[in-house]
Each structure stands twice: as C-alpha cells, then as structure tokens.
Nanobody, 116 residues
Framework: QVQLVESGGGLVQPGGSLRLTCAAS????????MAWYRQTPEKKRELVAN???????NYADSVKDRFTISRNAARNRWYLQMNSLKPEDTAAYFC??????????WGQGTQVTVSS
C-alpha cells in the first residue's frame, strides 16, 4: 500500500507561481508511475503531468512550458512547479501513483486558486 499526501496549494495572483509537493509513504519502492491530476466541479479529472520511472515525462498541452514535474527519489516526494499561473488553472490538484501490481493511489487533493 502507498499513502500520498499533497501540500502547497493556495491562493495566487495571475502570473504567479506555486509548488505542489506529494509525499509518498508505505510501499514506495513499488511505485513505477507518478503524476499530477486536477479537477474542477465543471470538468472531469484531467491529467496535468505524468512521470513514469522509466519513460518520457509528458504534460497536458494547456500547461506545457509553464509547469514542471520533478521527483526526489531519496525523499519519496514529487513536485509540480507551476509558473505563469492563469485563472483557468484553478482546480483541486491530486497526486497519483501506480505500483507494479497496477494498483492506483490518490492523495486527498490540494486546492489551487488563481485570482486577483
């Protein structure tokens, strides 16, 4: 089992930056894919950035060149650096992991609000 806890959300003005952190615990050695998703009341949960242990990182078109996903393997954490934030980035952000047995894990979500 893997437990995920997000942090770092908040209120930011348009054009600002935030960094989200996902802290993983439990059977972290079994994780082979990690990602960030986001969801608003009007939309389905959508993939923001995907970070497979082996493979290419990929981003949603709407966040390319603004968001960066990264990982600190030693601390079992991954991050989402969000720059040049726009009001349409407002959402609840969730970290996600899949283990080698194809079990999916989700954090509880952290709210990001971009508003002046």
């Amino acid at each position: 089992q893997v437990q995920l806890v997000e942090s770092g959300g908040g209120l930011v003005q348009p054009g600002g930056s935030l960094r989200l952190t996902c802290a993983a615990s439990g059977s972290t050695a079994s994780i082979w894919n990690m990602a960030w998703y986001r969801q608003t009341p009007e939309k389905k949960r959508e993939l923001v950035a995907n970070f497979p242990i082996s493979g290419d990182i990929n981003y949603a078109d709407s966040v390319k060149d603004r968001f960066t996903i990264s990982r600190n393997a030693a601390r079992n954490r991954w991050y989402l650096q969000m720059n040049s934030l726009k009001p349409e980035d407002t959402a609840a952000y969730f970290c996600y992991a899949r283990d080698r047995a194809a079990r999916d894990y989700w954090g509880q979500g952290t709210q990001v609000t971009v508003s002046s």
